[in-house]
């Protein structure tokens, strides 16, 4: 996206450090990491829903694991204030279950992202006895926590889609917003400004 006139190929583009810029860069940040919840949850369903034994437990949570960072991302307080809020949430979504789902989606990221607590197994130690009820040994049990269900995979795409087309929105406002503040500005001033590089299509 440059912006919403169609024009020639660039023969320049220099660099914008302004607010309104920087708001631009942010929405496509967002929209970049909500296509990224998309990708991940259709090749979940894919993961999931393949006949031919199990799924692959480290790459089903592998992919969920990204998508979950992405979906919160969306919603960082920091940056320029362009961040997704829980109002955007209740605008695209028409069940009224959307906003316990998005908390259940952040405390999965915090489960999963846990720099202390192993997401993916419980274990405990136990003393074993012997028939007089003597201590014999020490027994270590472990309870495998389940893997993310389809259910859960679809909600989470669906609220994503939503989600892209509002922000999809947002950036063609906003590309407008800054084509009109910099296309009066003087060539000399421009010039000014640090060179991006321009990758020339074939």
């Known amino acids: ?14 660099l914008l450090d302004t607010a309104s810029a920087s708001v631009l860069v942010e929405l496509m940040a967002t929209f970049e990491d909500l296509q990224t919840v998309l990708r991940c949850c259709e090749r979940l369903v894919s993961e999931l829903a393949d006949g031919e034994g199990e799924p692959d437990d480290i790459l089903v949570e592998g992919i969920w694991t990204l998508a979950l960072l992405s979906y919160a991302r969306c919603f960082s307080a920091d940056g320029t204030g362009a961040a997704l809020t829980q109002d955007d949430l209740t605008a695209t979504q028409s069940h009224g279950d959307v906003m316990e789902w998005h908390k259940v989606l952040l405390q999965l ?9 192993n997401p993916r197994e419980r274990f405990s130690v136990g003393a074993s006895q012997d028939p007089s009820g003597a201590a014999s040994g020490v027994a270590v049990t472990s309870s495998r926590q389940p893997l993310v269900d389809d259910l859960t995979v679809r909600q989470t795409g669906a609220i994503a889609f939503a989600l892209s087309g509002l922000v999809n929105d947002r950036i063609a406002t906003q590309q407008e917003k800054v084509f009109d503040e910099v296309k009066l500005t003087p060539k000399a001033e421009l010039e000014k400004l640090a060179r991006l590089d321009v990758a020339q299509s074939d």
Do not use: A, I
Request: a neutral charge; zero cysteines; charged letters at 25%.
């Open 1 to 14: 996206m440059t912006n919403s006139v169609p024009t020639d190929p660039p023969v320049s583009l220099r």
């Open 109 to 117: 990221r915090d489960h999963y992202t846990d720099r202390t607590t």
